[in-house]
């Protein structure tokens, strides 16, 4: 009886923080964001230029000038009276996501870009979801934020394995009813409210047998990620290999332990798609080269001479217990390279999943919005709330030290162009003696670094279990 008791408290307590997390991050989608239409923006290796080439008479003074005092403090104006096509009475305008000026007056590279965001992975709190064993919890609300930015990051990967970096076709037809339905949500419906697409409506509008299989790789990608036991990459699967270091569900993760957790999540995945990538995580900062190629030669036999596609999960510190600003133009290199996979960052007390910049600003999807349980096993689940429609910025000044950058490479020599072009990028952008992280030649054991091996009980050597540990108590703490 007094077990029985004790759980009851303990469901109540679960759901009750559940409601306080529901109201408290019930706002992210409604803050709206703006960008300056006179700098580049990039996005995860991809450049957009949001520039005016004309204004349309339609847009008159009494309301530019009510999007002027719309701004505050911390936005970003935009000065048109250099663009061509503009006059001196054509002052500023905010460049907000969902934009509500008509869309036939904004040229460049707007709609480009909001395709490419949108098309995006994006993973949030979840609420209602089958209990995690082991606790009485049904949503991560207030502690699962790193795992959500980390599963982000991995989901980009998978996006550029099996899809590619400009398969826009898969998500081209669904773009647009996103972007209205958010620009409908800020002005002013209460909950943010997306249209159910379904797969045969979907599938049906493909021209072709290719965007048909990108639309079911799309939906396969997004399975793995479900909130229930099953699925390889969900909640319950990184919090059991969470387990082995000594984490379980309800504690907070940092980046590094989150890297690790990804690694060993991808190694024992057991889906035929998935024997042709591996992660491989840096081990203090450094990348052994020939401990990267091991990994992606493994799987090659007189049957199978392909070798396979590496995550890259480097951690770092960008400083002591502030970001160092020094670091920004590194940053910003390394989200200007088409093999990034973005970064697994926040500002203290939460994680952001980074995937561009504009100026001294960071671009990040929020998973701090708690959505409701979706059964991604059912064949014909709603993709809606698996994309983000808003785009959010942050000051890299806000941005906590402690964070972990991936980088994807098809295949070794894909790998090997690719450590030539972050090192050239590293030792640009890096203002100190030596850079952040590097490649070097060579074995992990050929530098006296101990490798013990790990039995099937074991998911984690007794080295690793010391580094998370250290990674634990150096990492900032998520709310």
Known sequence: MEATGTDEVDKLKTKFISAWNNMKYSWVLKTKTYFSRNSPVLLLGKCYHFKY???????????????????????LPVSVSQVAGTTDEDKTLPAESGCTIEDHVIAGNVEEFRKDFISRIWLTYREEFPQIEGS???????????????????????ILHFLGRDSESWTSHTVKKFTASFEASLSGEREFKTPTISLKETIGKYSDDHEMRNEVYHRKIISWFGDSPLALFGLHQLIEYGKKSGKKAGDWYGPAVVAHILRKAVEEARHPDLQGITIYVAQDCTV?????????????????????????????????????????????????????VGIIGGKPKQ???????????????????????VDVSIKDFPLETFHCPSPKKMSFRKMDPSCTIGFYCRNVQDFKRASEEITKM??????????????????????DFTSTTTNEEDLFSEDEKKQLKRFSTEEFVLL
């Open 426 to 447: 590293l030792k640009f952008s890096s203002k100190e003696k030596y850079p952040l992280f590097t490649f070097v030649n060579g074995h992990s054991r050929d530098y």
């Open 136 to 158: 009485a919890l049904t949503t991560d609300c207030g502690w699962g934020c790193t795992l959500r930015t980390g599963q982000m990051l991995l989901a980009q990967g998978l």
């Open 53 to 75: 080439e004309g204004w349309s008479a339609t847009v008159s003074q009494s309301r530019l000038t009510a999007a002027l005092t719309s701004l505050g403090s911390n936005d």
């Open 351 to 373: 994680s952001y999943y980074f995937a561009g910049f504009q100026d001294d600003s960071l671009i990040y999807m929020d998973p701090h919005y708690c959505q409701s349980f």
């Open 288 to 340: 052994y080269n020939s401990d990267v190629i091991d990994k992606q030669s493994a799987s090659m036999t007189s049957d199978n001479a392909d070798d396979k596609a590496v995550i890259i999960l480097v951690p770092v510190r960008l400083g002591g217990e502030r970001t160092n600003t020094d670091y920004l133009e590194f940053v910003k290199g390394i989200l200007s390279l088409e093999y990034c």
